[in-house]
């Protein structure tokens, strides 16, 4: 490793426990929890592996009172749950590391679905989830039983093996304790309301209580949100300088950072790596336990920085190390240049929201590591001394040629256009994607370094070009198009169109600016039309953008995208119109149609840009089934399509897609259930070890 790294590798004392070094996966969310375990087991298991010291879980509900399905969390309500959380701590303790649980009950942030409990908060208020669902007001027995709950937990969690627990009251409305510490969600006039001192009362006895149970044998970490970023009306840095200050010595590990969770895991359109710096900086001041926040953290120079500084002692990483679980040792090894950067895009956190296994844009292997026995390092040796041609050099196309030649096949990899990325070099030169860059940075820097890839840009293929190649596999990743017909999910035939008002999005994303005022027209719902007509609007471009949604960019919500794209468009100026379709596209204005009545506007616009729906670019492919009677006598085996050009999907979907194609080469793969299922997880069964 590099001297200066050295300090991120020293051993640190955290109460009774000492961790190896100074990388901590923070708690995070996947989708995974109790219903998935070995899934999530095996994950976290992986990261371990990858040289983490510390692996914390995701939130731990430790009541049914505290129900957060649909979301798919882990549960610590009885002993019935300790299986799920022995299989994690085992796999973590086999790879050196700590294992960590973060608790929780989440007070007002619930409707309890599944249990039909009634919700509890501090006051009584409405729940967060929209449904008509009142949580009630909690009384001086509600509150004793919640410390009796919280102990109980935590001894179990001792005597599942877990070397931290958590008292946990951050993420703004999400968790009870910090319920009872805000003012706007706490109007008690007892002892638990009212002052600071009454509103943190619960939080210190908890954590106390927490002490008492376990911190002879466990470290007790008070995960803390500093700042809401809503000034005297949410935690403030002078409130939060005088709960640190009070509770200082208590918890031997301060878990610091900023809330909401949409601020906390800031997506990079937003936020720079190391940006919660001046909101939690002050916390080691006023303590002397170790202190650990985030910040997207993948450069190790500003880790370093970070723990030099006096920021903090330990480096928290949720993303980080779920696009990279290998970050640690790739520095320790001296191999900084391979980590495998997080994006900041959050399709991690959309596994949260959406309740299935969470996916990783930079990582395909995450959530595959048990159901497909997908390692983020290694990969099977080739099955033969067959050639492999990848024509497209996009996401999935440079994917596919970076794990086939891991493999190591011999692999040619063909860019029709004079630079490597495809839809994410495009979507990347707007301004704000432009980390989304990384996503080929990564790959051809590796390919650069292989000696069994031969890569070349403005190398169009046709049919005979890849025939005359005579690889005996070729994959065709050649991307798809945005359609101008704006036929999407709304509009299953074409509008009538005037052709000339028509703006190709890849157009504008190569530079075209058009004449404004412009209309884009999103029924896509997730980043794209929100980011291009940002881009116009920066640009002063006068934007309209229309949806046939009731709201902008809805997908993001699951990205904690969502608020911070519409304050940006808003402070730019952009003219929002909801619930509406394209009647047509005229010379010069656009009628649009309420989608619930009909009832038609006029807007008149300069130009229209569609982003609806994409046409895979499958013609190669289509030419070359045509004439497959040819392939055997040019060496060819298999031609199969990849990526948009199979699909349009997310990039996260491309990249899957290369690298299953890799992964699947020459393999025996049971194409009907390509994967293990968890239908048979039992309390106190054996389960099979991860496959070699």
């Not at 990388?23 to 992986?46: D, K, S």
């Not at 809805?554 to 402070?571: D, K, P, S």
């Not at 730019?572 to 656009?590: A, H, P, Q, R």
């Not at 300069?606 to 895979?616: D, F, I, M």
């Amino acid at each position: 490793m590099e001297e200066n790294h050295r300090i991120l590798f020293e051993p640190l004392q955290i109460g009774p426990k000492t961790t190896k070094n100074r990388f901590y996966q923070v708690p995070h969310c996947n989708g995974m929890g109790h219903r998935w375990p070995r899934t999530m087991a095996e994950m976290r298991g992986v990261k371990a592996e990858g040289g983490w010291g510390v692996i914390c879980t995701e939130e731990c509900s430790i009541h049914p009172t505290s129900d957060l399905t649909p979301a798919t969390l882990m549960r610590l309500w009885d002993d019935s749950d300790l299986a799920v959380h022995e299989l994690m701590i085992r796999k973590v303790h086999d790879q050196g590391a700590l294992a960590g649980i973060q608790l929780v009950h989440n007070g007002q942030s619930v409707s309890n679905y599944l249990t039909r409990m009634a919700p509890m908060a501090p006051s009584a208020t409405p729940t967060d989830t929209m449904n008509s669902t009142q949580a009630r007001a909690m009384d001086k027995d509600d509150i004793k039983t919640l410390r009796r709950w919280f102990r109980e937990a935590a001894l179990r969690s001792r005597r599942a093996g877990y070397d931290i627990v958590y008292v946990y009251a951050a993420h703004g409305l999400m968790t009870l304790l910090y319920q009872f510490m805000l003012k706007r969600t706490n109007q008690r006039s007892d002892e638990y309301g009212g002052s600071l001192e009454n509103r943190v009362r619960l939080v210190r006895e908890v954590l106390e209580e927490t002490k008492d149970a376990i911190g002879a044998d466990c470290a007790v970490a008070f995960r803390f949100a500093v700042d809401e970023l809503l000034g005297s009306e949410g935690m403030n840095v002078a409130e939060a300088e005088d709960i640190v200050g009070s509770l200082a010595e208590i918890p031997d590990l301060w878990d610091v950072n900023v809330a909401d969770w949409s601020n906390d895991s800031l997506p990079s359109r937003f936020g720079t790596e190391g940006s919660q710096e001046d909101y939690v900086s002050f916390v080691k001041k006023l303590t002397t336990k170790p202190v650990v926040g985030v910040g997207r953290f993948t450069s190790p120079d500003t880790m370093v920085s970070q723990i030099k500084r006096g920021v903090l002692d330990l480096i928290g990483a949720a993303r980080p190390s779920i696009a990279d679980p290998f970050l640690p040792k790739k520095i320790e090894e001296g191999r900084s240049d391979e980590i495998r950067e997080c994006i900041g895009c959050n399709m991690c956190t959309s596994g949260d929201y959406v309740a299935y296994p969470m996916r990783c844009t930079q990582n395909p292997t995450m959530g595959e590591e048990w159901r497909k026995g997908w390692h983020p390092e290694k990969i099977p040796a080739a099955k033969s001394n067959d050639s492999v041609l990848v024509v497209g050099g996009g996401p999935s196309g440079l994917e596919a040629t970076l794990a086939v030649s891991n493999r190591g096949y011999d692999v040619t990899l063909a860019e029709a256009s004079d630079q490597f990325g495809g839809r994410v070099a495009r979507e990347s030169s707007l301004p704000p994607l432009r980390q989304w860059n990384r996503v080929a940075d990564y790959r051809t820097n590796l390919l650069s370094t292989r000696s069994n890839v031969n890569s070349f840009t403005q190398s169009k293929l046709d049919a005979a070009g890849v025939l005359e190649m005579g690889s005996a596999h070729v994959a065709i990743a050649t991307g798809s198009s945005w359609r101008l017909d704006c036929v999407g999910s709304h509009h299953r035939f074409a509008p009538e169109i005037h052709a000339p008002m028509v703006v190709r999005p890849e157009d504008v994303m190569n530079g075209v600016t058009p004449k404004g005022p412009v209309m884009v027209f999103d029924d896509d719902h997730y980043y794209l039309g929100g980011s291009i007509a940002e881009h116009l609007a920066s640009s002063g471009v006068e934007v309209v953008l229309v949806t046939p949604a009731a709201e902008v960019s809805g997908w993001t919500h699951f990205t904690l995208e969502y608020e911070h794209i519409q304050t940006r468009l808003r402070n730019l100026n952009v003219e929002i119109i909801c619930n509406k379709g394209i009647g047509s596209i005229g010379d010069g204005y656009v009628e649009l149609e309420c989608v619930f009545t009909g009832k038609p506007r006029r807007v008149d616009v300069g130009a229209v840009v569609p982003v609806t729906s994409r046409s895979s670019d499958d013609n190669l492919y289509n030419e070359l089934i045509k004439r497959q009677d040819e392939w055997a006598d040019n060496g060819i085996k298999t031609v199969v399509r990849i990526g948009d050009c199979y699909v349009p999907g997310t990039i996260a979907q491309a990249v899957y897609g290369g690298h299953e194609y890799a992964r699947s080469l020459e393999m025996p793969i049971d194409k009907d259930m390509p994967f293990r299922r968890e239908n048979d997880f039992e309390v106190g069964k054996v389960w099979p070890e991860f496959p070699s």
